[in-house]
């Protein structure tokens, strides 16, 4: 009798903790099927006011970028790239790429000059942790790819005086940095690709 009853209490129970789940992710996805378009747009608003931040007072005209580009550089997401034009002039590009972070892909901007040096990044979207990876979106952090860099950059610890190549990682945020960091040298190097590309037209 008792075993009889211990079955029907673990159905029972079976039942309603399936019946939750079941609620639950119904709710989650159609919570995502509501907001996606939403999210999606504050995105892309979000990337053209960091484009504007990282090269002011440009117009920026979104590129297509060739399968050869797209596929060589894979692992830094959905790559978008667009020219800068400021004063009828080309002003260099601003390149959106995605790198993988401590917790997962950080969304950015990169500004490059015409001379192939920095002019800033933003990060536009993120997930690392607060008060540690998270801390590559501010200012103290982020303001160092805007100080004259140029070329590909290395991440350092806690240095006083860092080269010109050289980045200051945030601290106890190593991975984020480097993340961060391969970013802008992704941008970078499609950037020269995309020069020698329009220079050979």
């Known amino acids: 009798m008792n075993d009889t009853n211990n079955k029907k209490t ?16 119904l709710l989650l996805t159609l919570c995502n099927y509501l907001t996606k378009d939403r999210i999606s747009m504050l995105e892309k608003q979000n990337a053209q006011n960091a484009m504007s931040e990282v090269i002011e007072e ?16 894979l692992p830094y997401g959905e790559i978008e790239a667009y ?15 995605q790198p993988t972070g401590y ?25 690392e942790t607060p008060g540690l990876g998270a801390k590559t979106g501010e200012a103290p952090f982020y303001k160092q790819f805007s100080e004259g860099k140029k070329g590909t950059l290395l991440v350092v610890k806690n240095s006083s005086s860092p ?26 190097e499609i950037a020269k690709e995309l020069i020698e590309k329009e220079e050979n037209k």
Not at 58 to 73: R, S, V
Not at 87 to 96: T, V
Request: proline share 1%; aromatic share 8%; glycine share 8%.
């Open 58 to 73: 440009a117009q920026f005209k979104a590129m297509t970028l060739q399968n050869d580009i797209l596929n060589k550089y």
């Open 10 to 25: 673990i159905i029972k129970l079976s039942l309603i903790l399936f019946t939750i789940t079941f609620v639950a992710t």
């Open 83 to 97: 020219r800068a034009v400021k004063k009828g002039k080309f002003a260099g590009y601003c390149i959106k790429v």
């Open 163 to 188: 080269k010109e190549n050289e980045i200051n990682a945030v601290s106890g945020a190593t991975i984020s940095s480097k993340a961060v960091t391969d970013g802008a040298n992704c941008a970078l």
């Open 103 to 127: 917790i997962g892909k950080i969304n950015m901007i990169v500004g490059i000059n015409p001379d192939l040096s920095y002019s800033g990044i933003k990060i536009v979207s993120m997930s």
